[in-house]
């Protein structure tokens, strides 16, 4: 039986109080996030999740129609524009690491028109961040972001690895 | 044997392969970073560039006067270049590689049959059988085979193969591709491809020209483009023909055996059409000036 006066009890009731908001939109997101998809060429990046939530209008910025709160983007409002918040918000939930293997192409011949063009994770990091960097100076370059490794120099024969100047180009 | 296009070909097919794969790219995300020019190097290894992939320098090189960019090379098989426009405020880039044809005149122009049309859409040629002809190089509507010269004594053909070997035919996307950061290159199936170009254009007619370079040109290519300015502003060769480069050919193909027993009255054949024909070439030269840099 539950027995309101015991101390526990209230303790677990507090407890349960200072939860639930915990499990609403937007307070459960994580502070930081380490983006490490391009670790061969490139330093993770430590995306700041927290300052980007200050920053934009609202979540849907970048969550589409994910987040429960409401939908930015006029062409996906046409069927999603009252969502409640749903179980998959991350970014590579729907936006795929891999998006040019067999079996990706393959599960997109199958989709509907609205979702054939759904980029690879990089094509929406890449697409959505630049526009808006570029908007509120934030930074556009691509060692801005994240540095490049040294296997990263190697493969853009840049650094210790760039060839010896020439004497003249254009022939 | 015939190679598969020719087969195709035969079969009265001009329409490629059903489930061919291809390449969207679409100029209005391309950054012009460069890195799939550093892709290309290492996947197909290539010598070391002159400056690194990283030196945005290289947009203000042109040749023959300033009438040309860079152009795919023996040692580059796709090229990045600059573009400015009236109709952007913003610089456009442009990659430049093997359109790989459904029609491809390389193919058809090579006479010991070195090169052959995957059923997956690559173009792709056997250095061992090429003879260093350059038959390719003139047939090439987009001016694409490079002539590697780094070898006297075994000169061949070089250029993009769609990384075939390595990738394409195990299910893999171009190097080029999966390197793109912005996913201004989409690999996936012809057909689909035509789809998303489409529907991007629907969503957003005021971003793009309403034209899907490659779609039908010269018989259609496995690779397509869309752009937010007109195509001859950014180097596309937009006065190319909608048909296959072979329907010109195809009936002098056919007539090439024949041509043996009846040698002595086609050249006086020959002779009376190029001097009734004469004077009637004007515009040819002017096709050939805006195709340099297409
Ligand atoms: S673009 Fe040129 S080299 Fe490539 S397939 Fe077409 S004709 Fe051949
Ligand atoms: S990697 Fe993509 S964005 Fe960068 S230059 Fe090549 S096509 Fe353009």
Known sequence: MFVASSWPAKGVLLLLFLLLPLSGYATDAPEGIVIDVLSNHYEPVVFDHELHVGVAEDCSTCHHHTTGTGTADSYCARCHSNEAEQELVSCQDCHLADPFSAAAINVKSGQDLFHVDVSGLKGAYHQNCIGCHKEMDGPTGCQDCHARTEEGDRFFYSGQFAPPPAEDSGH | ?294
């Open chain 2, 1 to 294: 044997m015939l190679s598969p296009a020719k087969k195709a070909l035969a079969a009265g097919n001009l329409a490629g392969f059903p489930d061919g794969m291809g390449v969207l790219v679409d100029l209005t995300r391309c950054v012009g970073c460069r890195s799939c020019e550093a892709a290309c190097n290492r996947e197909q290894g290539l010598p070391a560039p002159d400056q690194p992939f990283d030196d945005y320098s290289v947009f203000e090189q042109s040749f023959h006067g300033g009438t040309q960019k860079r152009r795919p090379t023996e040692k580059a098989y796709t090229v990045v270049n600059r573009y400015e426009s009236e109709a952007s405020d913003k610089p456009i880039y442009r990659k430049i590689q093997c359109n790989h044809c459904n029609e491809p005149a390389c193919l058809t122009s090579c006479f010991v049959g070195a090169y052959t049309k995957t059923p997956e859409g690559a173009v792709t040629y056997n250095s061992k059988v090429c003879v260093g002809c350059r038959n390719c190089m003139v047939a090439c509507p987009f001016h694409v085979p490079a002539y590697s010269y780094s070898d006297p004594i075994d000169p061949v053909i070089k250029k993009c193969i769609f990384c075939y070997d390595s990738r394409v035919k195990h299910g893999m996307p171009p190097a080029c591709v999966e390197i793109c950061p912005s996913q201004a290159l989409i690999f996936g199936k012809r057909d689909e491809l035509l789809k998303i170009a489409r529907q991007r254009m629907t969503k957003d007619p005021a971003k793009y020209v309403d034209h899907i370079y490659g779609e039908h040109e010269v018989g259609g290519t496995s690779w397509l483009y869309l752009s937010g300015v007109p195509f001859e502003e950014v180097g596309f060769d937009t006065s190319l023909q909608q048909e296959p480069i072979i329907s010109n050919v195809k009936d002098f193909l056919g007539t090439v055996p024949m041509v043996l027993a009846i040698w002595p009255a086609l050249f006086t054949g020959f002779h009376l059409l190029a001097t009734k024909g004469k004077g009637d070439h004007h515009d040819h030269g002017q096709a050939e000036e805006e195709g340099e840099d297409s």
